[in-house]
Every structure is written in C-alpha cells, then in structure tokens.
C-alpha cells in the first residue's frame, strides 16, 4: 500500500503528541518536520526517526509530501495553511483554528481556490469514548437529548502542559487561557452530540496566576438552536495527580443518561442508565486514541479524495462561539450568536 507522505510545521509540545500517533498510521508516512528553530525540528527528527528536516516552511512545502499538519503557536495557523493551500498541500490545523472570524473564512478560500483538504483538528471526535456515546445517542435508544455537562480541566501553562516557549502566555498569540484552549474541543463535540448549532452563549471567566488578559478559569453556558443546553467548565488551576487532566461528558436524555468520566488515571469510564435501571450499567468501547484517529482519518481522506468529518467551516464556527463566550464574559450579559 502506497502510504500518504505528510510534513509537519511546528515542533512543539503538541506536535510531540500528533507524531507519537501518526506513526501508528498504516496509510501515512511522516516525511519531513520543520521549525524555525532548529534545535527542535532536527532533535524531533531524531528521536522519532523522521527523514528530513527544514527551519525554511518553503522549502519543506516544495518537498515530494502530499499534506502538512500545522502544529504552530495559535497566531501562525493563518500564514502557515494560506502557504500550504496555494502550494497545493492539504492540511490539517491545530486548534483554535484562526485567530480571526477573517482569517478563518481566507483560509477556507484558500482551500478551496487551491483545491486542497482543510481539515480541523478537533481529535475528541475521534476517541473511541466519544465515538460511543455518539453511537448510542444516534440510536435513539435514550430518546431526545436535552442537556449536556462538561468539564475540561488541568493544573495550567508550565503544570500540566509544557510549551517548549512562552507565546501562550500573551493574549495576542494565544487567543486566550481555557475558554479557547480546552473549550474548543468541547464545543465541538457538544454541536455534533446536539447536532445543532448555538443560538446564545453566556460566560464567565476569573483570572488568579495568569497575565495579560488570560484567563485561567472559565464556565461557559450554551443554548442551541434546538433547544438543547450546556452547562461548561474550562480551567487551568484545577489540582490533580502528574499529568492528569479531568474530562467529564454527561448528556442527560429523555429517556436515560450517559455519563463519561476520567475521575481517576486509569482511563476514560462510560455509564449509562435508562427510565427503568435500578443502578448505571458500564458501556463497554474500543479504545482509540483521538490524535490517531484524527491522523488517520486525514490521510484516508488524501487518498479517497473525501471531506473531513471536521471540516475548516467547524473550525470557524468553533472559533466564532470562542469570541462570543469572550465578548458575553467582558460585558457580563448574555450574547446572541449571529
């Protein structure tokens, strides 16, 4: 089988987490990573065996690979996916997928000017808990979804997470502390579960460590267009064991509950009861790996000539409902989406 060759921009933390799974993918090939720095692009090629390396984007675009991942600081999306489209590279972007309304819809231009797959990263949609609960929602066996909680939640920048740099401290490059950084998974998967978009957000958002406007807790309530409502909790001061991040899915039905909770560091634990059970029964999942599944699907859609699941349009609405729940916590009212 002739695998889908792909270069990588960006040789950070998350890039780290991207390639680990990659390389599990039978249908692709990690050709190429690049970085301005190059201490970090060329120790990332060694240690994980990549082929070539580049500090020169250009250069690596012109390279014999078929699609670009972009894994850069959050302010470099836009330029980096422009650069890919017009050298006739699909892409898969990091999130949050622009730091601009505008420059998301040029980048989607782009993509399709160019002829070229534009895919969002949002890997929730790809864990095989999510998958699940997506499945039985779907089969209609809990009836009509009517409220959704969620939580996503760490001990913050430099705790949980490492950065190999300081850009997600500044406003200006990172867009923001949890509300945009965890909230953009959820929000995500709570318009796919929903399978409706949002009609109005409320926000709220507390700054304790952080500088420059970050906040670093944030509780975000949304009502979608349907009817169906989220109650959100983003955070990066949450205290738990070494590396663990808290993530906990709850969608409450007409006719039962699903409850997905990761309480402890032994994994994701999915529950559910009906109308009539005395006590919650386990649900039993495959486990996938979300940046494998995401990675994998990308690479098959290369080769099928297929749109992704999450296209660049998710990535711009994810970001629109960022800037909302902003705009809602600033003004302290609730904001209508347009």
Wanted: hydrophobic share 40%; with cysteine.
């Amino acid at each position: 089988m002739e695998k889908i060759r792909l270069g990588l921009v960006g040789c950070g933390a998350i890039a780290e987490n991207q390639i680990r799974e990659l390389l599990k993918v039978e249908e692709a090939e990690l050709c190429a990573v690049c970085d301005l720095r190059e201490d970090l692009a060329k120790d990332v090629a060694e240690r994980y065996g990549i082929k070539a390396y580049y500090t020169d984007y250009a250069q690596m675009l012109a390279a014999d690979i078929e699609g670009v991942i972009v894994c850069t600081p959050n302010f470099a999306h836009y330029e980096n996916t422009i650069q890919a489209a017009k050298a006739g590279k699909h892409i898969l972007v990091q999130k949050p997928f622009a730091m601009e309304i505008s420059e998301a819809q040029e980048m989607i231009d782009a993509a399709k000017e160019n002829k070229v797959i534009l895919q969002a990263a949002f890997f929730e949609r790809f864990k095989g808990c999510n998958l699940k609960m997506y499945e039985i929602l779907s089969s209609g066996r809990l009836g009509k979804l009517l409220f959704i909680k969620a939580q996503m939640s760490h001990t913050g920048i430099d705790k949980f997470w490492l950065p190999k740099t300081q850009w997600f401290h500044t406003k200006k490059k990172s867009g923001g502390g949890p509300l945009s950084d965890l909230g953009a998974h959820h929000f995500d998967l709570i318009r796919w579960f929903s399978g409706s978009e949002v009609d109005e957000i409320s926000a709220v958002t507390t700054n304790y460590f952080e500088e420059d406007e970050i906040e670093d807790n944030a509780s975000v309530v949304l009502k979608m267009k349907n009817g169906v409502m989220a109650q959100t909790y983003y955070s990066f001061t949450t205290v738990g064991p070494k590396n663990f991040c808290y993530e906990n899915i709850e969608l409450y039905c007409e006719k039962g509950t699903l409850l997905l909770q990761n309480m402890d560091s032994k994994g994701f634990k999915l529950r559910m009861c009906g109308l009539d059970d005395e006590d919650f029964e386990e649900v039993v999942f495959e486990e996938q790996d979300g940046f494998y599944g995401m990675e994998r699907h990308f690479a098959q859609c290369i080769r099928d000539k297929k749109t992704p699941v999450t296209t660049g349009e998710d990535g711009k609405i994810c970001l629109e409902i960022i800037k909302k729940g902003y705009e809602s916590a600033k003004k302290g009212v609730t904001v209508k989406m347009v």
